[in-house]
């Protein structure tokens, strides 16, 4: 991939249409339906027990850390989803499948990406906001809502964004790169809610790291009906992980830079700080999707 830009200086172009979000209405979107109703009938009360909704045992990001860093607006009726997500190209977004589906095949009726922001919530000269219609919504064929397999989708911008030293393409693994990443340091960023006890959601990017698993140390903690090759996994050491809010979001590595090799899809219904592992779509394993469903070039 190209390592250079052009940069127009420390701050976004501001739209001359700054798009208005009603938080209020704006619920992370492990909070819907649809994400509880693959769960088995005797899981379902934890839905409102053991609830950690934040990235959690992390530390807030200082302004620019992340500038691949989404946070995802996905409209549902009434209601919108808070998911995370990354940027691959000026037109394209990653994020899971599970973000802009609801139930089994209904797709969101569109939304707002939020590009730049460090607080999402106020009018940052950074930020870039661009809406997405479900005509750009490409979700991954063999998405299950049953199993989350295949939990991944790319989002196509309304209107392309503008590079930044903000707002920048996130990197991902080469078509050669066969790695599986274990005993890597991962890095997990994202918004979400502060706290067990409310449900305001945190207004600026957090993040954490713990090591990356090998897939057969995951099995151990997950099982192997759960975790696959097309996963992988961040240990949960110090109840450290990505929690409600944060789906769709990035897990990074350092290799030559910052590489994304993870997209943020589920974790323990027994709540965040457990200490069971966080699991992600691999980057690797949908590699070959996304190149054909965006405009993102690859390296070799």
């Not at 607080?119 to 199993?147: C, K, W």
């Not at 903000?166 to 693994?173: A, E, K, N, T």
């Amino acid at each position: 991939m190209k390592t250079i830009w052009l940069l127009v200086g420390l701050l976004a172009v501001v739209s001359a249409e700054w798009i208005e979000i009603d938080w209020s209405k704006v619920r992370p979107i492990e909070d819907f339906d649809h994400y509880w109703e693959r769960l088995p009938a005797e899981y379902q009360f934890l839905r409102d027990t053991n609830r950690t909704h934040r990235i959690t045992n992390g530390q807030e990001a200082t302004p620019g850390q992340f500038p691949f860093q989404i946070a995802l607006i996905s409209e549902f009726g009434s209601s919108s989803g808070l998911c995370g997500g990354s940027v691959l190209t000026r037109n394209f977004i990653l994020t899971a499948a599970h973000c802009v589906v609801s139930g089994a095949s209904t797709l969101a009726s569109g939304g707002v990406a939020i590009m730049g922001a460090h607080n999402r919530n106020i009018q940052e000269a950074s930020q870039q906001r661009i809406r997405f219609s479900t005509s750009g919504l490409r979700v991954h064929p063999q998405y299950s809502l049953s199993t989350l397999r295949n939990d991944i989708a790319t989002v196509r911008l309304n209107s392309p964004m503008t590079f930044t030293t903000r707002i920048q393409p996130i990197r991902l693994p080469g078509r050669s790169d066969t790695r599986q990443f274990g005993g890597f340091t991962g890095t997990v960023s994202g918004f979400g809610r502060t706290s067990d006890a409310s449900t305001a959601t945190s207004a600026v990017v957090r993040f954490t790291s713990n090591p990356v698993m090998t897939n057969t140390d995951c099995i151990a903690r997950w099982g192997s009906a759960n975790i696959q090759a097309q996963n992988v996994c961040l240990a949960g050491t110090g109840g450290r992980s990505s929690c409600n809010g944060d789906s769709g979001g990035p897990l990074t590595v350092q290799s030559g830079g910052t590489m994304q090799i993870g997209v943020v899809s589920f974790g323990s219904v027994n709540g965040c700080t457990v200490g069971m592992p966080s699991v992600y779509a691999r980057v690797t394993t949908f590699l070959p999707w996304i190149l054909a469903n965006s405009d993102f070039v690859a390296q070799p």
